[in-house]
Structure formats: structure tokens, C-alpha cells
């Protein structure tokens, strides 16, 4: 069966490709470097696997997501390598790419229904758990912010306070405040996204197909507000202290 994609992809493709080659040659990098101003961060919110992953949004995160697949295919002794690079591209991309684009895939590529929602439903559990292992990184760093966050307002109080050291205390907090409310924007467009397709599949699918898949957006979505209730929590601590 031949694949057919709209022009747009074809062009993500082609920059997918570019981007897997510079990842190859150690041009490009992952870490502190996609984070602009945030160099104070926690390297825990900056580097590894799950900092990634919620970094970037739309057609970037579908490249960045797609680029070391593509490139394998560049690589690889694959007869045909344009069809592999598309099977790489789409594997990448979910629904970073938005609902209606995610929903036009899934359906070029499955006709049936239930099928469909199973690898929807598959694809929901996914992302569930990178939100999981985003969150059990952030509460590592919470839980040290907060700690310093304590220390600070003893030293307050005692009138014991190294200004620079505080406020450099404080840049750090907050550039990891502002990390985690990046990520936090990103999973709750996702969460969204999944639903807009659930919604505009629920007149084809069957009650208890569309019920499984809710419930699987019920559960990322119970994931995703409770890190953000600890964030905001942090949030208010961090909002709580002022320096002279």
C-alpha cells in the first residue's frame, strides 16, 4: 500500500532528515542548549531522557522526535529508504503534530476503527509515561528547591542572609519554576489534542471504544494536574520570600 502525506510532511521530513545527519556529526546537541536563558537550571530538568521530550511543541518536537529514525533509514541498506523515513516520521511524531494532523494519519493508515483507537489508546499510555517520569524527575528537584526555599527563610528571619548567594538561590528556582510550567503547557496541549480526537471519532466508534479512550486521556490528565499542583505549590513558597 502506498502511503500518501500532504506536502507539509514531506518538507518536516526533508528538515527530519538534515536534523538526524548534524545529530550524527555532533552538531547538534540535547540538554542545557535547548533551553536558552535557563543556564541556572537543575541539569536534572535540562539533560537525560524525559527533558526532551515536553521541551517543544508542533512540527519541532515531530522533527525532533523524528530525526534519529530518519537518519537510521539514511543509513541503513533499506531497499527503500523514502518509505522508511515516513514510517520513522509518523512513529515520531503522535500528536505533537496537532489533532487534526494526528487524526488525517491514523486514518490514512487504519481504516478500521477499532483498530485505530487501540493504536490511539497506545499511543495516549505512551505519553503517559514520559509525563510519570517527567514528574518523578521534577519532584527530586522540588524537593531540593523547597529545602533551599526553607533554608533561606531561616536565614531571613536570623538575619544571617548572603544577598548574592540568595538571589542566585532564587534565579535558580525560578528557571526551574519555569521549565516545569513549559513542560506542564505542553503536556496539557496534548491531553487536549487527544480529546479533540476522541471527540471527532465518537460518531464512528462504538460507546465502549471511545470509553476506553477517554479513560486513558482521564488518567494523562490526572497525571498532568497533579505536577501541576506541586508546581504551583513551589510556586507559592518561591512567591512567599523578597529580598532587601
Known sequence: MTLMLPTPFKRLLLGSAVAGA????????TGSTTLGANQSADPRLTQGNDAQFFSKSGYQACAAGAAVGIAGCMLSGTSNRTACMITAGIGACGVAMGANYYLDQRRSEYASTTERLEVMSQDIQKDTQRVIARTETARQVMADDRARIERLETEIAEQRIDQEAAERELAAIDSNISILRRDLGNMQRSVTEYEEVAESEREVASPA????????????????AALQQEVDDLYGMRSAITLG
Do not use: D
Not at 548534524?22 to 546537541?29: E, K, P, R, Y
Open 22 to 29: 548534524l545529530l550524527l556529526t555532533g552538531c547538534a546537541s
Open 209 to 224: 471504544e471511545i470509553a476506553k479512550v477517554e479513560q486513558e486521556i482521564k488518567v494523562m490528565n490526572q497525571q498532568v
